[in-house]
């Protein structure tokens, strides 16, 4: 007889992004002895940008969540999973909804952002006349049995806006995926420091302040900007009208960020809010240091001032570190990140957070 905890998770597409890093990361690691695991993917399989090797994936090849209710729900009746984890909020809140039908199943829903910032940089939405009258986005996370944040400040921002039992939001940070590569100690720059950003392009991640900030340095210095997003014009726009096209990259995508990141002095994070940034996480992983605006998130749990970069408060303290000219030990910046948020920790921590959901 099989005792294997069943686990789903689902996500909207395999696009490259945070939630799909960290889901895919976490399907592939969970110990496989004591979980059966199956990844359904909304989108389609072409769209895919990550290894799935070794894992059971299902696509149901729809264009949208919405379109894919219908397999999601067949599958559910087929197969009776004890766990399903879902991500990235649209997501979340259908699945809370169909959580109605399935009373013996344990729903989670893994929460990406900190909502009250957030939605300051995104264009308000028409809501439908069902959406006027039912708030739906309540109902379907009131109704999910656990929500995963992935920082103390998530935590509290989710908890402003749904009046939900606290006991049911549990704080799992995102683990780290990559311990093999590592920044050499000592760069040959010709004395051009060397930043990068990696993220979607979007008014939130704040690219373009960091256009801005740069346009002041007076040391000579290349900025790669790894990213696609719909705010990508504005960005290249930007680059244009601060006259530093000959001084920055831009690549729209790559299959291997570490690669980049260990070419490169420090990472800036010019974000405005995280939930907990992955790309920033890498970067120290990797050994290279950050200078990030201490943002709400999750970003000032991984940053320690002095230890593996700098977390700053406005543009002009932002400026100044970039210009600090200490050595930094790539060794060391690795080693603080990978103590505190280690694969073996936070695959733990799902496992035991499902194991308590079922009462096992």
């Known amino acids: ?5 069943k686990v789903f998770f689902i996500l909207p597409t395999l696009f490259a992004g945070g939630a799909e890093r960290v889901i895919t990361f976490v399907s592939k690691n969970l110990d496989k002895t ?8 909304i989108g ?16 149901l090849n729809k264009p949208r969540v919405l379109s894919g209710v219908t397999g999601i729900i ?5 197969h009776k999973p004890q766990v399903v984890v879902s991500s990235i909020s649209h997501l979340n809140i259908m699945m809370g909804l169909i959580s109605k039908l399935f009373p013996k199943i344990k729903f989670i829903g893994r929460h990406a952002t900190i909502t009250n910032v957030a939605q300051k940089y995104k264009k308000p939405k028409k809501k439908s006349l069902i959406s006027s009258l039912i708030n739906l ?28 039992d606290e006991n049911r939001i549990k704080i799992i940070h995102n683990p780290v995926t990559q311990i093999d590569v590592l ?26 302040r960091l256009l801005d900030i740069l346009s002041r340095l007076t040391i000579p210095f290349q900025f790669t900007i790894i990213g696609d997003g719909r705010n990508k014009e504005d960005v290249l726009n930007k680059i244009e009208e601060l006259q530093l096209g000959d001084k920055i990259t831009h690549i729209e995508h790559s299959d291997d960020v570490f690669s980049h990141l260990i070419e490169h002095d420090m990472f800036l994070q010019g974000s405005y809010s995280e939930g907990f940034p992955n790309a920033l996480l890498e970067s120290c992983t990797v ?18 001032n002095g230890v593996n970069g700098f977390l700053v408060e406005n543009e002009d303290e932002f400026l100044e570190k970039l210009q600090d000219d200490r050595d930094w030990d790539p060794k060391a910046i690795s080693s603080y990140v990978n103590k505190k948020f280690n694969k ?17």
Not at 34 to 41: E, N, R
């Open 183 to 208: 920044k050499p100690s000592v760069n040959k720059t010709n004395g051009v420091k060397r930043f990068i950003t990696v993220g979607r392009m979007t008014k939130v991640k704040g690219q373009a």
């Open 287 to 304: 050994g290279v240091p950050v200078v990030a605006f201490n943002a709400p998130g999750g970003t000032k749990e991984i940053v320690t």
């Open 44 to 59: 389609f399989e072409k769209d895919n940008k990550y290894d799935v090797s070794g894992l059971t994936v299902v696509y």
């Open 74 to 78: 067949k599958l559910l009746v087929k």
């Open 1 to 5: 007889m099989d005792n294997k905890t």
């Open 137 to 164: 986005d309540q109902i379907g996370i009131k109704s999910l049995d656990y929500i995963i944040c992935q920082s103390s400040d998530m935590k509290n921002d989710f908890l402003k806006i749904y009046n939900i």
């Open 34 to 41: 004591k979980f059966d695991v199956t990844l359904i993917v």
């Open 344 to 360: 073996e920790k936070i695959i733990g921590d799902y496992e035991q957070l499902f194991i308590d959901a079922i009462g096992g």
